[in-house]
T-cell receptor, first 115, second 109 residues
Framework: ETGVTQTPRHLVMGMTNKKSLKCEQH?????MYWYKQSAKKPLELMFV???????ENNSVPSRFSPECPNSSHLFLHLHTLQPEDSALYLC??????????????FGAGSRLTVL | GQNIDQPTEMTATEGAIVQINCTYQ??????LFWYQQHAGEAPTFLSY????GLEEKGRFSSFLSRSKGYSYLLLKELQMKDSASYLC??????????FGTGTRLQVFP
């Protein structure tokens, strides 16, 4: 248990479905992140929220829609996904966004399969 | 472009020592991280280097040479539970964290 909890751990959805991934951190951190982890590829940063404000969006398709209602919760809303979106989606948090020694604490991830 | 290189897979024997290398080419440098990720689990922080030299933490050590764009993670007295993926990540001049693809280490009895 890292202090960052992701649900669901596994999700299978069709291309026309709408689903959401949830992340909750119990660490009192001020920044939260969504990463995509695909086989044989580096972790890709998708979104960054700092104090509930989206501060970074790395050219992610609009079929992924993040939401950060407060500093402890982060959602990733999914709609009309493609099979190539199948991956492990990792949530992370940190004390603050910008700092050299800023350590990320990750959740265990949500394994998404798009049929 | 930005690039982090590390071997895809390594194998080692229980009780041995293994060194996982990481080379990087990034837009500036603001620190290098190593994370461990067991299959199906969250990546967890192992070490942080910002100055040249060796940082030791129990059985694990991490080395950095900024002039060579090179780091390694040294694991001593290997245990079966050390079988995992090891991720190298560099924070660039804009504080963006760039990850490598990870090195999958298998420890055999």
């Amino acid at each position: 248990e890292t202090g960052v909890t992701q649900t669901p751990r596994h999700l299978v959805m069709g291309m026309t479905n709408k689903k959401s991934l949830k992340c909750e951190q119990h660490l009192g951190h001020n920044a939260m992140y969504w990463y995509k982890q695909s086989a044989k590829k580096p972790l890709e940063l998708m979104f960054v929220y700092s104090l509930e404000e989206r501060v970074e969006n790395n050219s992610v398709p609009s079929r992924f829609s993040p939401e950060c209602p407060n500093s402890s919760h982060l959602f990733l809303h999914l709609h009309t996904l493609q099979p190539e979106d199948s991956a492990l989606y990792l949530c992370a948090s940190s004390e603050r966004r910008i700092s050299g020694a800023n350590v990320l604490t990750f959740g265990a991830g949500s394994r998404l399969t798009v049929l | 472009g930005q690039n982090i290189d590390q071997p895809t897979e390594m194998t080692a024997t229980e009780g041995a020592i293994v060194q996982i290398n990481c080379t990087y080419q990034t837009s500036g440098f603001n620190g290098l991280f190593w994370y461990q990720q067991h299959a199906g689990e969250a990546p967890t922080f192992l070490s942080y280097n910002v100055l040249d030299g060796l940082e030791e933490k129990g059985r694990f050590s991490s080395f950095l040479s900024r002039s060579k764009g090179y780091s390694y993670l040294l694991l001593k007295e290997l245990q079966m539970k050390d079988s995992a993926s090891y991720l190298c990540a560099v924070r660039d001049i804009t504080d963006k964290l760039i990850f490598g693809t990870g090195t999958r280490l298998q420890v055999f009895p």
